[in-house]
């Protein structure tokens, strides 16, 4: 399959070499791409082509090409690392999960009733700030009064 084509094609090494967590390996003093390596690419391809398939989307909202490109490349860059401080949130405060649905949840509805009726970018990000704030409050207040029961 893709995979097996794509093995030969960037010269991965055989899943039998200990890769150790590196990106390239020697073997038999050729280098080659680790089977860790190969899965970076296949994840970094997907991003890139992720962002593709959202510039037509983008180019609707701002027909300015420059600005296009750069917000692309830039969440390209940041998606990864937000999925590491949101799942780390989650851990930290457990009421986030609700938060995060009723987000969703408005998202939703405000991209399906689009054509029915307008809801103003101040009162979408006031939706947001509150209910990520009331989570972290609630998510708070309960940690404290089990640290106190404890």
């Known amino acids: 399959g893709f995979i097996g084509k794509l093995r030969k094609i960037l010269n991965v090494a055989p899943d039998s070499v200990d890769h150790q967590g590196k990106l390239l390996v020697k073997v ?8 860790l390596g190969l899965c970076l690419v296949v994840v970094e391809w997907m991003d890139i082509v992720f962002a593709m398939d959202s510039i037509p989307a983008v180019l609707a909202v701002a027909p ?3 600005l296009v ?13 937000l999925f590491f401080v949101l799942e780390k949130a989650i851990h930290q405060f457990a009421e986030i999960k609700y938060a ?8 939703g509805v405000k991209l399906v009733g689009h054509h029915y009726f307008h809801i103003a970018n101040w009162i979408s990000l006031t939706v947001i700030v509150v209910c990520l704030a009331l989570a972290i409050g609630v998510s708070l207040a309960r940690q404290k009064a089990r640290a106190s029961e404890a």
Request: proline residues 3%; aromatic residues 12%; glycine residues 6%.
């Open 28 to 35: 038999d003093g050729k280098t080659m791409i680790s089977v």
């Open 64 to 66: 300015e090409p420059f």
């Open 69 to 81: 490109f750069t917000s692309n490349i830039f969440a390209i860059l940041g998606l990864r690392s």
């Open 100 to 107: 995060l649905a009723v987000i969703l949840t408005f998202i």
